[in-house]
């Protein structure tokens, strides 16, 4: 059983270097059956990643998902722009020990994947154990209440 609130959909979206890996993760996500709703992009036509990861952040920060996925070359740029919504705490993932961290000890509730470096089937691996990884609270509950400004 998930750690999340699955009666609400997952919200992923990706730029055009995150493409193939987020299509990837969408069959995963119907193979589950987990609901998801997809904020693109569409195909692999260059896009700008902030068009994408804004609307990610905000479906979580507002509640209407149960966490958020997002995906680019580097994972940096999608990172570092969900990351300036409020309670958004996304974590660039590029194994699944950093998948099971963020959850635990940071509360992440956006996984960032950066699709350039991440072989075929890791990508879901991470997200499964990003999505079933419960966060430890205690000592990591204060260090995190320390993050907003």
């Known amino acids: ?8 959909p997952v919200a992923i ?10 299509e990837d993760l969408v069959s995963f ?9 997809d904020f693109g992009t569409y195909s692999k036509e260059s896009v700008d990643y902030p068009d ?18 997002l995906l680019c070359g580097s994972a940096n740029g999608v990172a ?21 961290l963020a959850r635990k ?9 950066p699709a350039r470096f991440v072989r075929d089937g890791d990508a ?3 997200l499964d ?8 609270g205690g000592r990591h509950a204060t260090r995190v209440n320390k993050i907003p400004c």
Do not use: Q
């Open 52 to 69: 994408y990861a804004h609307p990610v952040a905000t479906a979580v920060e507002r509640g209407e998902a149960a966490f958020g996925i």
């Open 80 to 100: 570092i722009t969900a990351n300036k919504h409020a309670g958004i705490r996304a974590a660039i993932c590029w194994g699944e020990e950093l998948a099971e």
């Open 29 to 37: 996500l119907e193979g589950e059956g987990v609901a998801f709703k």
């Open 124 to 126: 879901e691996k991470m």
């Open 129 to 136: 154990v990003f999505m079933n990884t419960a966060f430890e």
């Open 13 to 22: 979206g990706c730029d055009h270097a995150g493409f193939d890996c987020k």
């Open 1 to 8: 059983m998930s750690p999340f609130d699955l009666s609400k």
């Open 105 to 113: 000890h940071n509360d992440a509730n956006i996984i960032c994947i």
